[in-house]
């Protein structure tokens, strides 16, 4: 899929002008130093995306506080034609919120706070952080189904733009029922927030805002349970594996399983009890599954490290892309691909002898009703020929391949209905645009 840069949107000074009226002269940044730093993502993460995102820049970054100023944000650029690219907490890892027309960056950190919590279900705005939602949800004795490895990530920003994380194993991504209803506003003339819920939320989820902005949501909770950390460690990725996979078929299902080649366990965040030497599995079990566990472990010809509450936290950091933002800081030099399907483990050799310096992260995921491994990928980077080479071959051995090196929408839903519906939802084309192919 070629990627195409949109043209660039004018924002006037009356339009500003207009803006300022509407959400106040504080919340409108028209410094360098603020329409930068809200201009750029985790995108850097990629050496593709790296070299191709072009270093376009918003005129203007606006924050509204209310529903009401966001409607109206929307108004004004509708008025004028004026691009706008809504941001979170800019933790997205491909693009999602650089603005390629310029124009406005919408930050929704102003519509913050939870709203509501009852059995199995909390509504907040899309500006509350994770981190946020889970302490309220467990003051109810509850905890969130699924969140992000970026804790600090938002809600908004993690529905427009991400996908799974710790929970998922067990209940699965966005769109197996985590989001029960969103309110989100198009980009019209004089927009109203509508609330969507059911089927109709599920074209919205990871669409990078191009089919109108989510100001709040209802997302998904379950009992909460007494969890623990499992770190263990093995000679051989494939008996850490082995050991993974029959970890996944707990009762109590797991919070997170996770596994690491021996080679990338130095790139992580250090722990004094995980060995830099040895393939790593590392798990959030209920505290019930402890003895199971380390016989799991045992069966494998591992070791356990450590059984501790206190290390849930470095397990949901060491784990899906967290891992890539880990190693990239260490060495820049190195490239991820989001990989899955049994190839993984049954061609291990295979698969890493396509890409130099091969590297494996598994993540337990739920998918299509079973439980097994996706992951990533981490090679050294040589050029992009050699990549995508490298994603045809990986592709001819059965393995999943998602390409993260690419701003453009099309790895998740069905294309023609997310047109279709931002064609609805803004007719004009000014939501996030080059983003939707």
């Known amino acids: 899929m070629v990627a195409t840069l949109p043209p660039r949107t004018v924002t006037s000074s009356t339009c500003i002008d207009e803006l300022r009226r509407h ?12 329409r930068r730093r809200a201009s750029r993502d985790h995108a850097w993460l990629s050496p593709v995306l790296s070299a191709d995102l072009p270093d376009t820049i918003a005129d203007v970054v606006v924050r509204p506080d209310t529903v009401d100023q966001l409607r ?29 027309a310029g124009g406005i960056v919408l930050d929704s950190t102003g519509l913050a706070g939870v709203l509501d919590v009852e059995p199995g279900w909390i509504h907040a705005g899309a500006g509350t952080t994770f981190v946020e939602l889970e302490a309220v949800a467990n003051e109810t004795g509850q905890e969130l189904a699924m969140f992000p490895s970026t804790v ?10 991400g996908a799974g994380g710790t929970g998922t194993l067990e209940h699965g991504f966005l769109w197996d029922g985590f989001v029960d209803s969103a309110e989100i506003v198009p980009c019209w003339a004089e927009p109203e927030a509508t609330v969507h819920a059911g089927a109709a939320v599920a074209p919205h989820l990871h669409s990078y805002g191009t089919t109108g902005i989510i100001t709040s949501a209802r997302v998904r909770l379950v009992p ?11 000679d051989s990725f494939e008996a850490a594996a082995a050991a993974g996979t029959a970890a996944m078929a707990f009762d109590p299902v797991p919070r997170n399983v996770v596994v690491d080649d021996a080679s990338l366990v130095g790139y992580l965040r250090e722990h004094a009890r995980v060995d830099p030497h040895r393939a790593s599995l590392r798990a959030i079990i209920d505290e019930s599954a402890v003895q199971a566990a380390a016989e799991v472990v045992w069966e494998h010809g591992g070791r356990v490290d450590l059984v501790r509450s206190d290390a849930v936290g470095y397990v949901v950091s060491t784990s899906f892309n967290h891992v890539t933002l880990q190693a990239k800081r260490v060495d820049p030099g190195l ?35 079973a439980r097994r491994f996706g992951g990533l990928l981490i090679s050294r980077f040589v050029d992009r020929e050699q990549l995508y080479r490298g994603m045809e071959r990986l592709r001819e051995l059965g393995v999943f391949v998602l390409d993260p090196h690419t701003w453009m929408l099309g790895a998740h839903g069905d294309l023609d209905e997310l047109r279709a519906l931002a064609a ?14």
Not at 78 to 92: D, F, I, L
Not at 346 to 367: A, F, K, N, Y
């Open 224 to 234: 909460a349970r007494w969890w623990t950390a499992l770190l263990a460690s093995f």
């Open 335 to 369: 490239c991820h691909l989001q990989v899955g399907g049994p190839a993984l483990l049954e061609r291990t050799d295979e698969v890493r002898s396509v890409l130099p310096c091969t590297m494996l992260h598994l993540d337990g995921q739920l998918i299509d009703g």
């Open 23 to 34: 959400v106040g002269d504080q919340a409108v940044r028209v410094d360098e130093h603020h």
């Open 424 to 437: 609805v939802q803004d007719p004009k084309g000014l939501l996030n645009p080059g983003k939707l192919p």
């Open 72 to 100: 109206a944000v929307l108004g004004v650029a509708h008025e004028h034609g004026v691009a706008v690219t809504p941001r979170g907490r800019g933790t997205g890892n491909y693009g999602q919120s650089v603005p390629l």
């Open 152 to 161: 600090n990530s938002m809600l908004g920003g993690f529905l427009s733009g």
